[in-house]
Nanobody
């Protein structure tokens, strides 16, 4: 069993930065690909970023490329999402998830464990 707890979400002005953290518990936490997804009000949940178990490989949604950076510290069982140059359209609940594979994947159905989410609000 794996538990994921996100933190770091808050209200921030456009152009600002935030770093989200996802603390994972469970002995398999560091063995799989980890991802970040987000869900804005009235919209479906969407992929944001993914990172391989080693941290060497990453993937990003086009909407966040160049602004967001995903990283992980396996010694701390923690995954991070550094978000820079935030825009109002980045406002959403951000979810951390653990994939059921070691491959870099971007679809929800390939992620098995999910956190409860953390709210990010970007004001204009």
């Amino acid at each position: 069993q794996v538990q994921l707890v996100e933190s770091g979400g808050r209200l921030v002005q456009a152009g600002g930065s935030l770093r989200l953290s996802c603390a994972a518990s469970g002995r398999t936490a560091s063995r799989y690909t980890m991802g970040w997804f987000r869900q804005a009000p009235g919209k479906e949940r969407e992929f944001v970023a993914a990172i391989s178990r080693s941290g060497v490989s990453t993937d990003y949604a086009d909407s966040v490329k160049g602004r967001f950076t995903v990283s992980r510290d396996n010694a701390k069982n923690t995954v991070y999402l550094q978000m820079n140059s935030l825009k109002p359209e980045d406002t959403a609940v951000y979810y951390c998830a653990q994939a059921s594979t070691v491959w870099l994947v971007t679809t929800e159905t390939q992620y098995y464990y999910w956190g409860q989410g953390t709210q990010v609000t970007v004001s204009s």
